[in-house]
C-alpha cells in the first residue's frame, strides 16, 4: 500500500481507472482528500460517485495509484447498510471487532482492544445516533432510518479520521434524512473527515466544504461549495438546474 | 378395501401399544440417520461455506460435481460403501460392514452433497448481498463466509433437517451396507420392504405411518423456522 506524504492529505488518487467488463465506470481520475473536509460527489447516476468511494475505501481494484496517510483509520457506510440477523448491539460489536482486528494485522501487532471496550465503545456510538434504547432489537427489524443511523454508528465507533458515506439519506423519508444530516453535521464538527455521495443539491449546499461534480467517470468540476454554487447558478455547471426540487428544498 | 382397513387398524394398535420391534426399529433410524446427518452437518456446512467464498482454480468444475452428486442414488452410495467395505474391499479389515456403524457411512456420503451444495448456496446469496460490506467493516473471505453463516443460522437449520429427511426417507444404502438383520440394522425402510414382500402389511404400515409422520412433522418444523430472527423475535444477544 503506498503512503501519502503530501501535508493534510488523508488520501490521493492518481490517474484512477476501473472498469468493469465493458464500462468504465473512472477514467483517469486525479483525487485527494485533505483532512477537515467535508466533500460531497454529484452527479447523474452512473457518473462514478459509488465507484470513487469504494477506491477511497479500497474495496475494489483499480488502475492507477492510491496513496493513503499513515495509519489511517477509515470507514464506509453504503446506501444501503447490511446488518446481520442479529441485534443492534452486537452488529455494533462485530463492526469493532472486525475493524480492531484489521487495525492490529496493518500494525503487525495484538490488537490493544478488550471486549469490555468494544462494549463501551458499542453502547457509546448507539448513544450518538440516539439508538441506545434499541440496542437488543433485531437490527433487521429497525426502520430504514433507524438502520442507516445504527451503520453510522458503526463507522463511527471505529473512531475513523475519514468517513465514505454512499447517499447515505437517499432512501429516507425527510425526518429520517434530517437525522442523519445532523448526524453528520456534528461527526464533520467533531473533526471527522467526510466524503459523501448525494443527488440533493440542498443537502451538499449545507454540509458541504468542497463539491466535486462527475460526469461519466471523470471530474468534471472541484470546487469550494460557494465557487460551485456560483456556477451553478450562473450556468456554468448545468448538469442541474437551481429549478430541480432538490436545489429549492428549503431549510 | 376390508384388508387394508384391518391392516390399518392392526397398525395403530402397534403404534399404541409402542411394539418392541416397531420401537427398535424407529429408534435404530434416527441414530442411524441423525448421526448421518450431524457428522454431514459438520463436515458439509464449513466446505459449503468455505466454496461459496474461496476463488480457486477448478471450483467450476468442483461446483458441478457437487450438484451432481446432488442426484447421487441412494442404491449407488450403498454400493460404493458395500465394495469399500466388503472383505475383499480396501476398508474389509474394518470389519464393519452390515453393522449400524455402515449404514451412518452411507448415509453421510449421501447428504454430504446435499449439505455443503444447499450450505455453498445459503452463504453465495448473503454474500452478494452484504460480501463486499463485511469486506469494507476488514473480514476476509473465510470469516465473511463464517459470519453468514451466522447470519443465515435459520436456512442452516432448515437444510439440515432437508438432509436428515432425505437420509431418514432412503431404503437402497441402508439395504445394501446394513443387510436388513433384524434388531441389529433393520430401520424403517427397509422393514418396511421386508414386511411389504412377506405380507405382514400392518407392520408394514404401522412404519410407514410413522416415517409420513416424521416427514410431515420435518416439514411443519421447517415451516416454524423464523425466516427473519427479527420476525420471530429470536434475536440473538
Redesign the interface.
Known amino acids: 500500500m503506498a503512503v501519502i506524504r503530501m501535508a493534510g492529505a488523508l488520501v490521493d488518487l492518481d490517474d484512477v481507472s476501473v472498469r468493469f467488463g465493458a464500462q468504465r465506470a473512472l477514467d483517469g481520475v486525479d483525487f485527494t482528500v485533505r483532512r477537515g473536509e467535508v466533500v460531497a460527489l454529484v452527479g447523474a447516476n452512473g457518473s462514478g460517485k459509488t465507484t470513487l468511494l ?1 477506491v477511497l ?1 479500497g ?1 475494489i481494484a483499480h488502475a492507477g495509484e492510491r496513496r493513503i496517510a499513515p495509519g489511517l483509520r477509515h ?2 457506510v ?1 446506501q444501503r ?2 446488518l ?4 443492534a ?2 452488529n455494533l460489536l ?2 469493532l471487532w ?2 480492531d ?3 492490529a494485522r496493518d500494525a503487525q501487532r495484538p490488537s490493544a482492544h478488550g471486549r469490555a471496550e468494544r462494549l463501551e465503545r458499542a453502547r457509546a456510538a448507539l448513544a450518538r445516533v440516539g439508538l441506545d434504547a434499541l440496542a ?6 429497525l426502520s430504514g432510518g433507524e438502520q442507516q443511523r445504527l451503520a453510522l454508528a ?1 463507522g463511527w465507533a471505529t473512531r475513523p479520521k475519514l468517513l465514505l458515506l454512499d447517499e447515505p439519506t437517499s432512501s429516507l423519508d425527510p425526518a429520517a434524512r434530517q437525522d442523519v444530516e445532523m448526524l453528520l453535521k456534528g461527526f464533520a464538527a467533531d473533526g471527522m473527515t467526510l466524503v459523501f455521495s448525494t443527488h440533493d443539491l440542498a443537502q451538499a449546499r449545507w454540509l458541504a466544504t468542497r463539491i466535486v461534480h462527475l460526469e461519466a467517470g471523470r471530474i468534471d468540476a472541484d470546487l469550494s461549495s460557494a465557487d460551485f454554487f456560483r456556477s451553478v447558478a450562473e450556468g456554468g455547471i448545468r448538469a442541474f438546474s437551481p429549478g430541480e426540487p432538490a436545489w429549492s428544498r428549503t431549510r | 378395501m376390508s384388508g387394508v382397513a384391518a391392516s390399518a387398524a392392526t397398525a395403530l394398535e402397534l403404534i399404541i401399544h409402542a411394539d418392541p420391534e416397531l420401537v427398535r426399529t424407529v429408534a435404530l433410524s434416527f441414530m442411524v440417520s441423525g448421526t448421518a446427518c450431524f457428522v454431514g452437518a459438520w463436515l458439509g456446512v464449513p466446505a459449503g461455506a468455505w466454496l461459496a467464498a474461496a476463488r480457486f482454480s477448478g471450483r467450476r468444475a468442483v461446483l458441478i460435481a457437487l450438484d451432481t452428486l446432488l442426484a447421487l442414488p441412494s442404491v449407488v452410495a450403498g454400493l460404493v460403501v458395500y465394495l469399500l467395505l466388503s472383505r475383499s474391499g480396501p476398508l474389509g479389515s474394518w470389519g464393519i460392514l452390515f453393522t449400524p456403524t455402515a449404514m451412518v457411512i452411507a448415509q453421510t456420503i449421501l447428504v454430504l452433497p446435499v449439505v455443503a451444495a444447499l450450505a455453498r448456496q445459503v452463504v453465495a446469496d448473503g454474500l452478494a448481498e452484504g460480501g463486499e460490506q463485511l469486506h469494507a467493516l476488514g473480514a476476509g473471505p473465510v470469516l465473511r463466509a463464517a459470519l453468514m453463516l451466522v447470519h443465515a443460522r435459520w436456512a442452516v437449520v432448515t437444510l439440515l433437517l432437508v438432509a436428515f429427511g432425505r437420509a431418514v426417507s432412503e431404503v437402497g444404502a441402508v439395504m445394501i451396507v446394513g443387510g436388513n438383520i433384524a434388531g441389529v440394522t433393520r430401520v424403517m425402510t427397509t422393514s418396511i420392504a421386508l414386511e411389504t414382500s412377506k405380507g405382514d402389511l400392518p407392520l408394514a404400515l404401522a412404519l410407514g405411518l410413522v416415517l409420513l409422520s416424521l416427514v410431515a412433522l420435518l416439514n411443519v418444523v421447517v415451516a416454524l423456522v423464523p425466516r427473519s430472527p427479527g420476525l420471530a423475535g429470536a434475536t440473538w444477544r
Open positions: 469504494r475505501h474495496v470507514a464506509m453504503y447498510p447490511f446481520l440477523h442479529l441485534s448491539l452486537r462485530i463492526g472486525l475493524a482486528r484489521a487495525a437488543s432489537r433485531s437490527a433487521r427489524s458503526r
